[in-house]
């Protein structure tokens, strides 16, 4: 976590481009596991414990847990109140995504089971395509992560990726391999970064 810390400390905090946010304490944590359907990797109870999320105003929303546990609770912010990837994709859409919402793409039991494999801890939005997209960060059961690219014109897509996934499981790579290549992917996006 200590490269993911200083990729933050790089950005120019004057301007707040990334908020500063507090790490997390072992109860929140605790009370925040019990949205996800999978236990939470320990790496990611450390990035929890030691930088708490990655949040700027329209480019990172890794939320702290504490902020996550707010947004589930509020029904205008996270619907379904689940931290699953088609659920996540759904909230990042205003919970106005009627593709996977009114099973147009998935059946109701394909969703329940891709939701409950791949759990999502936040995202990252592109300017290049006028935020038409967001790259959803998800780990499995055996800890691994891996940052999944949705368009919002191209939900088949991602819904045919999903299916592969459940049937390939995701490679094995680590939250913060994962952070260090969005951080990248973000460098042009982030209007005051040094």
């Known amino acids: ?10 950005c120019e905090l004057e301007f707040d ?9 072992d109860e929140t944590i605790q009370t925040l596991s019990s949205f996800f359907s ?25 939320l702290p847990p504490e902020k996550l546990l707010e947004k589930l609770s509020d029904d205008s ?10 659920d996540m994709i759904i909230a990042f859409w205003g919970n106005d995504r009627p593709e996977l919402q009114q099973n147009e793409l998935l059946t109701e039991e394909e969703i329940e089971k891709i939701n409950k494999t ?13 935020y038409e997209s967001g790259e959803y960060i998800i780990f499995d059961k055996n ?9 919002q ?30 951080f990248e992917r973000a460098e042009g996006n982030l209007s005051r970064w040094d």
């Open 38 to 62: 999978q236990p939470l990797p320990q790496e990611l109870i450390t990035f929890y414990k030691t930088i708490g999320g990655i949040q700027s105003e329209e480019i990172f929303a890794i």
């Open 1 to 10: 976590m200590e490269q993911i810390k200083t990729l933050i400390a790089e």
């Open 153 to 182: 014109d191209n939900l088949l897509k991602t819904r045919n990726q999903l299916l592969k996934l459940l049937e390939s499981g995701l490679s094995k790579r680590s939250l913060e391999n994962v952070l260090e290549e969005l």
């Open 77 to 86: 912010s996270f619907r379904y109140k689940s931290t699953g990837i088609i």
């Open 118 to 130: 791949f759990p999502c801890i936040g995202w990252i939005t592109s300017e290049e395509d006028n």
């Open 143 to 151: 800890g691994n992560f891996m940052n999944l690219y949705c368009h």
């Open 17 to 25: 481009e990334i908020q500063e946010l507090v790490p997390a304490s």
